[in-house]
T-cell receptor, first 111, second 114 residues
Framework: AQRVTQPEKLLSVFKGAPVELKCNYS??????LFWYVQYSRQRLQLLLR??SRESIKGFTADLNKGETSFHLKKPFAQEEDSAMYYC?????????????FGPGTRLSVLP | KAGVTQTPRYLIKTRGQQVTLSCSPI?????VSWYQQTPGQGLQFLFE???????NKGNFPGRFSGRQFSNSRSEMNVSTLELGDSALYLC?????????????FGAGSRLTVL
């Protein structure tokens, strides 16, 4: 069965410090992995996905199949990065769509 | 273009009642999926519809059901409400629902069961 874990419920860092939000998954095939973010009073929205290999708002994430991880990183945190971050997995060989979300990590960037 | 629209945004029901929530996807999106979000359980997948057919279902009791119409709009229904059904119900749409498709979420319908 697919599973996504995010070990930290809350992560607090100071502005300008590096950030790493951890995500590990269990899935026997080749998954599609995503990071979704929910800012205060806003809708849940896509931050980035591994297939695009892009950097969004300074965030990057690398899929490590050996460690089954998809950690989200940013070298210098900003206060506006404070939000709830969810790692999500979708199995592309499933018929239809069945995203599995991790429990989420609340990032608090302190001034 | 208009985003995913969910109605109603807030509702209060009592135990034993039933509730119907509505979701209008982004124009052109044919896949609609539903999630339950609670502080304790996080985001949990309920079901996904594509071309009026339920393709995937999460691990929820049969009291939770849904349907999709020919215009891709979707409804979900919860019968015989329980206190534990209090949650934010999120709808998300995507083009075809394939594994790599990006989900676009609505603002949610917050259900409180008293």
């Amino acid at each position: 069965a697919q599973r996504v874990t995010q070990p930290e419920k809350l992560l607090s860092v100071f502005k300008g410090a590096p950030v790493e939000l951890k995500c590990n998954y269990s899935y026997s095939g080749s998954p599609e992995l995503f990071w979704y973010v929910q800012y205060s009073r806003q809708r849940l929205q896509l931050l980035l996905r591994h297939i695009s290999r892009e950097s969004i708002k300074g965030f990057t994430a690398d899929l490590n199949k050996g460690e089954t991880s998809f950690h989200l990183k940013k070298p210098f945190a900003q206060e506006e990065d404070s939000a709830m971050y969810y790692c999500a997995l979708s199995a592309p060989d499933n018929y239809g769509q069945n995203f599995v979300f991790g429990p989420g990590t609340r990032l608090s960037v302190l001034p | 273009k208009a985003g995913v629209t969910q109605t109603p945004r807030y509702l209060i029901k009592t135990r034993g009642q039933q509730v119907t929530l509505s979701c209008s996807p982004i124009s052109g999106h044919r896949s609609v999926s539903w999630y339950q979000q609670t502080p304790g359980q996080g985001l949990q997948f309920l079901f996904e519809y594509f071309s009026e057919t339920q393709r995937n279902k999460g691990n929820f009791p049969g009291r939770f059901s849904g349907r999709q119409f020919s215009n891709s709009r979707s409804e979900m229904n919860v019968s015989t409400l329980e206190l534990g059904d209090s949650a934010l119900y999120l709808c998300a749409s995507s083009w075809t629902g394939g594994g790599a498709n990006v989900l676009t979420f609505g603002a949610g319908s917050r259900l409180t069961v008293l």
